[in-house]
């Protein structure tokens, strides 16, 4: 069974940073792809980041591109997403996102929507 445990979610004031952590367990990085989508109240799910297996592709929507960066520790089955500058907009439910087909993320764009593998989600607030 694949299971997504986000983490380093909380509260922040704007221009702060926080890093968010998602181990996954049942589910091997090999041939896959990792991303965060982000829903805020009364918004629509966007696809914020992935990283592809094999080269490491990543994409970053506009809206974090140059302020969040995603990484990951093959070893320890975790994927990264530090996030410096935060602004009031960037808060959000956070989600962890895993894809069996690496080609969903490509430095062109994050196919987020689909996958059944999602994890519960972390809280991020961002305070003016």
């Known amino acids: 069974e694949t299971q997504l445990v986000e983490s380093g979610g909380g509260l922040v004031q704007a221009g702060g940073s926080l890093r968010l952590s998602c181990t996954a367990s049942g589910f091997t990085f090999d041939n896959s792809a990792i991303g965060w989508a982000r829903q805020a109240p009364g918004k629509v799910r966007e696809g914020v980041s992935c990283?592809?297996?094999?080269?490491?592709?990543?994409y970053y929507t506009d809206s974090v591109r140059g302020r969040f960066t995603i990484s990951r520790d093959t070893a320890k089955n975790t994927v990264y997403l530090q996030m410096n500058s935060l602004k009031p907009e960037d808060a959000a439910v956070y989600y962890c996102v895993a894809h069996t087909n690496p080609e969903d993320c490509s430095r062109f764009g994050y196919k987020y929507v689909g996958s059944r593998y999602w994890g519960e989600g972390t809280p991020v607030t961002v305070s003016s």
């Open positions: 990283i592809s297996s094999g080269d490491g592709s990543t």
